[in-house]
């Protein structure tokens, strides 16, 4: 056994006999929290979210749920009870040790912040709006569990990290301020991670996860973004997001420059954001010690923010449309109930309760010796192989740490010991002052097989004033392989062929490697992860040798069987009738004459996703219709591919599947709106700014469960026309028959429309329609303005909207958001399996019609190959060793009508016993556990470590001169635990060795 371990266990031992032999006292109580002191002042908590604490005295429930990669299990993680003794423990802080021991070996998401207050608001995976992330059909990534350890009341807690791509909300709130309606909001930061990417929010924003105007959010905001509303560079600052503006104060000359607004240094951070009729305030403060200082105090930013149109939903690490380029690390964060507005003293009331939960950095921590300051988050070894690893130690208690021992704790058959001697434990003679910190490196040689799990970094010492023994561990991921590297790969060359992809390993290694059945799984963003490259049984890799891997012509899009004489393609781009094509690789390969060419599978769609209801919604087994968002490429007596197989949280962990049907009918995708006109009570109709692929007889859900407000659904009897809408383009004055605007598209003589904010405008009737602009010659109207209206604000014509078979209940505002889900896609036979929101729906065209059935199985992505086709596919030189199907290595989405390039993606490389090689996030954290590198870096322009996408996107652009560029290794098989210091973009060299001609800026 490890020395440390022995050490460890009798410190542990010493710790408990102590404890019984003292007299019991009993336990304290729990501490208050700040949703105590908010309802003591009459502005209970409508929302309590935290990861490191209880918020409340009296909560027992659940903080957090983590899930588990290796088995996809969840653990709720709860709050740690009092304990009488010796050394009594008042608790009410998480329970980490339950975390650590839970996701042991393996890496865990954050699935949920429970809600602590009795509303149940939980923060959950943020969905797709309007803006998509990485996840599967544009879900947000989940946090990483372990990527934020703090100490907070003397014990180890965690953070929610959040990096570009990552987020939780919750679309379907109750109790939170809607309208203009007060409320106020706090959080507690990592003052030290920010970046200028929109948006890193806490707070109120829209239930449809979609910008719906000024004013239709309100949150704390924490980066240093340049746009709008800002302090003096570089920031970062305390601000607000109040949608279409982060706000950190109102000039009266409108500039953007807020020159009393500080620069924070602090590395724990309170802020506050509040708003009420007419007026909003923001506060900030170190969260280590002091008050909070006001950022701002004073009016709305102008009329289209006042009154506000908040909508209510809860968002956490994101903008209200999804935005999701920001950073940062959540602690804890509370939102008051609607109608309500914390005075000063409460607020400085929370902040002393934050100050004296003793927030501080964690105890302990693990890194490379060669870069203490920014740890890689991962370890990398080839078996056998030694490397310097350091464990630092930091007094966060307020006395002298006496007797301190640092140890590392090694998986089996591998060995730790202190750098220079032949010991496993190195020990510090001298007390520690508090706040001091303290290191020691090991040497750690790894075992002989391949690995992968955690490397632990344990500490052991007594309290100098009380005399308590205490210890803290912390795991660092640790991966031993091959020394085989994801070396260069190319999505384009830069010619009219997109897909002109390859793919190259490298054996950076000096002996020979056996790559039989070892598998690389290749995800593009947001796209389901159906297949992974499987290389054949007997492949070697020669030391020093290159494997690459070609992207074929074309690939199955779903799976073909035996008897099947039409398959279904992904491209038929260059294919003509009578070429012999190749389908499959090595013993599984056939050949036959290619009868007829149809056409290839189009873009897939997803199952509908609605708003605020969802954000997923499951069609059952047996059903023979699907909602979709879009019905495009879709045609009767074709087939349809449904996929099913996806779980939900999203995280990338298995495996997808199609099963196929004949469609019978297309009707209408869903619909994701709102409401033109405020709706009140009684009203038989809605307004709304879109009726295309609305029916009668669609049942519609209307608002959230909040103060002066309630569900209801409503089912139309009458689709009529959809609003127009437009903005002002100048200010307007009193008595003005004249407005200049945005947008005169759809707008004639004759029709009525209203001037002005929801609730503040004007109803006239448009006498001519001229020209857009400022400078155009705008819209014509009767009567004369009665006051004046700013540029900016609205210009609807509401339409007729939809009939409604009963009367509403209750009043809905405008900007209110709806979903629709459509008609869908009828198709038989019925399913036989379950599909849920957001996973693939496609289009499977007509396919390719083969001259004899196919005789064997092969799977989605198996190669489909035809040598005559130089438009399509890998085409370049040398000859691939090995030819894929798919997927390709970029997709599209529609976003604000526009299709999309989607050129991130992630790559894993597995042995045959299915453990990890090599893994790489390109272009962005598609897939944030696989990747390597510091991800913490903050500032503008920062987001975290991966590899440069080689089309220049992802942030980054192709450097000068590079033509033909691929993303590459320099030099060949470089691995410095860095995604993205490890690769350059490069003029594509495959098979040859890579030239590292320059970085991506």
């Not at 990552?166 to 409320?183: H, I, N, S």
């Not at 529609?894 to 299709?899: E, K, N, Y």
Request: include cysteine; proline fraction near 6%; charge should be negative.
């Amino acid at each position: 056994m490890n020395r440390f371990v022995i050490a460890f266990a009798l410190a542990l031992v010493g710790t408990a006999w102590m404890s019984s032999q003292q007299s019991s006292k009993g336990a304290p109580p729990r501490p208050k929290g700040p949703c105590d002191i908010y309802v003591a002042a009459g502005d209970p908590c409508v929302a309590a979210h935290s990861t490191t604490r209880a918020l409340y005295a009296s909560y027992k429930g659940p903080l957090y749920q983590v899930l588990r990669q290796s088995d996809g299990k969840t653990l709720d993680i709860g709050v740690v009870e009092p304990v009488a003794g010796a050394h009594p423990d008042g608790g009410g802080y998480a329970n980490a040790a339950a975390q650590d021991a839970f996701c042991a070996h393996t890496y865990c998401w954050i699935t949920k912040v429970y809600d602590q207050s009795p509303k149940h608001n939980d923060l959950t995976q943020a969905p797709r709006g309007g803006f998509s992330g990485p996840a599967l059909g544009g879900f947000n990534n989940l946090p990483l569990a372990d990527m934020a350890p703090i100490t907070i009341m003397g014990h180890k807690a965690y953070g929610v990290f959040i990096a570009p791509g990552m987020g939780l909300r919750q679309d379907d709130p109750k109790g939170t301020a809607v309208d203009d309606q007060a409320e106020g909001q706090y959080w507690v930061i990592n003052g030290l991670h920010f970046n200028d990417g929109c948006c890193f929010d806490y707070g109120n924003a829209e239930i449809d996860s979609r910008d719906d105007d000024n004013g239709t959010m309100e949150t704390t905001y924490y980066g240093n973004a340049l746009p709008w509303f800002h302090g003096q560079p570089p920031g970062p600052w305390v601000m607000t997001d109040q949608e279409n503006n982060l706000v950190g104060c109102v000039n009266e000359d409108r500039t953007k420059l807020c020159k009393d607004l500080p620069t924070v240094t602090w590395r724990f951070v309170t802020a506050m954001a509040k708003g009420e009729p007419h007026h909003w305030t923001s506060m900030g403060g170190d969260a280590h010690k002091g008050e909070l200082r006001v950022m701002f105090n004073g009016g709305r930013v102008d009329a289209t923010y006042d009154p506000m149109r908040k909508q209510g939903a809860i968002l956490l690490g994101n903008g209200g449309d999804n935005s999701n380029g920001s950073q940062g690390t959540f602690y804890e964060g509370a939102m008051t109930a609607a109608g309500t507005f914390p005075t000063d003293a409460t607020d400085q009331a929370v902040q002393a309760n934050v100050v004296a939960a003793h927030y501080d950095v964690p105890r302990l921590m693990i890194a490379p010796a060669s870069n203490v300051a920014k740890p890689s988050g991962l370890l990398t070894f080839t078996p056998g192989a030694t490397q310097n690893v350091t464990v630092t130690f930091t007094n966060t208690t307020d006395a002298p740490a006496t007797g301190l021992k640092l140890g590392l704790t090694t998986p089996k058959q591998w060995n730790a010991v202190v750098e220079g001697t032949a010991e496993t434990v190195k020990t510090f003679p001298d007390p520690i002052a508090p706040g001091g910190s303290v290191s020691a490196t090991f040497k750690v040689t790894s075992g002989a097989a391949n690995y992968n799990g955690d490397l632990l970094g344990e500490a052991a010492w007594t309290d100098s004033t009380g005399g308590t023994k205490q210890t803290e561990k912390i795991a660092a991921k640790v991966r031993s392989a091959s020394a085989v590297k994801i070396n260069e790969f190319r999505i384009a060359s830069g010619s009219a062929n997109p897909t002109d992809s390859f793919i190259e390993l490298y054996n950076a290694g000096d002996k020979s490697v056996d790559l039989s059945n070892w598998t690389l799984t290749e995800h593009v963003a947001q796209q389901a992860i159906f297949s992974a490259i499987k290389i054949p049984a007997g492949t070697q890799l020669a030391a020093h040798s290159s494997y690459l891997l070609g992207l074929a012509n074309s690939g199955l899009a779903v799976a073909a069987r035996p008897g099947d004489s039409t398959i279904y393609v992904r491209n038929t781009k260059g294919i003509s009738a009578g070429d012999t094509i190749d389908l499959g690789i090595g013993a599984e390969q056939e050949t036959h004459k290619v009868k007829s060419v149809g056409t290839e599978a189009g873009t897939a769609t997803t199952v509908w996703q609605p708003l605020p209801d969802g954000p997923v919604i499951t069609i059952p087994a047996g059903s023979t219709n699907v909602p979709v968002m879009s019905t495009k490429g879709f045609e009767v007596g074709q087939k349809i591919a449904i996929g099913y197989g996806a779980t939900y949280p999203a995280v990338a962990r298995g495996v997808e599947h199609y099963e196929v049907a004949t469609v019978t009918a297309v009707g209408k995708p869903g619909t994701q709106a709102y409401l033109a006109a405020d709706a009140p009570a009684g009203s038989t109709s809605i307004k709304v700014t879109s009726v295309a692929d609305i029916s009668v007889g669609d049942k519609i859900r209307l608002d959230i469960d909040s103060k002066g407000h309630g569900i209801e659904t409503v089912s139309v009897t009458r689709v009529g026309t959809q609003a127009k809408h437009t903005n002002l383009a100048a200010n307007a004055s009193a008595g003005a028959t004249n407005i200049k605007v945005r947008n005169v598209s759809d707008f004639a003589t004759g029709d009525t429309i209203t001037i002005g904010t929801p609730a503040n405008h004007q109803t006239v009737t448009i006498g001519s329609v001229g020209s857009r602009g400022p400078n155009g010659t705008g819209i014509e109207f009767s009567p004369a303005l009665e006051q004046a209206h700013a540029k900016d604000e609205g210009v609807v014509e509401p339409g007729s909207g939809l009939e409604l078979a009963a009367p509403l209940k209750f009043s809905h505002a405008a900007n209110l958001p709806f979903s629709a889900r459509g008609t869908g896609i009828t198709f038989k036979p019925a399913t036989a399996f379950a599909h849920s929101s957001n996973e693939p729906v496609r289009p499977l065209g007509t396919g390719i019609e083969l001259d004899q059935p196919v005789a064997k199985n092969h799977a989605i992505d198996t190669a489909v190959r035809d040598a005559q086709v130089k438009t399509a596919g890998y085409q370049g030189s040398p000859e691939p060793n090995q030819w894929f199907g798919g997927p390709e290595l970029s997709a599209t989405y529609v976003r604000f009508g526009r299709v999309t390039p989607i050129n991130e993606g992630n790559m894993v490389l597995r042995d045959g016993a299915g453990l990890v090689v090599d893994s790489l996030n390109y272009g962005g954290l598609v897939d944030p556990w696989a990747s390597e590198g510091y991800q913490a870096t903050s500032g503008a322009h920062q987001g975290g470590c991966y590899v440069p996408s080689p089309v220049g996107t992802g942030g980054s652009k192709i450097p000068a001169g590079i033509t033909n560029p691929s993303a590459s290794r320099f030099p060949d098989g470089a691995d410095t635990d860095s995604n993205c210091a490890d690769f350059t973009v490069q003029s594509a060299t495959p098979g040859a060795p890579n030239s590292g001609a320059g970085k991506a800026q």
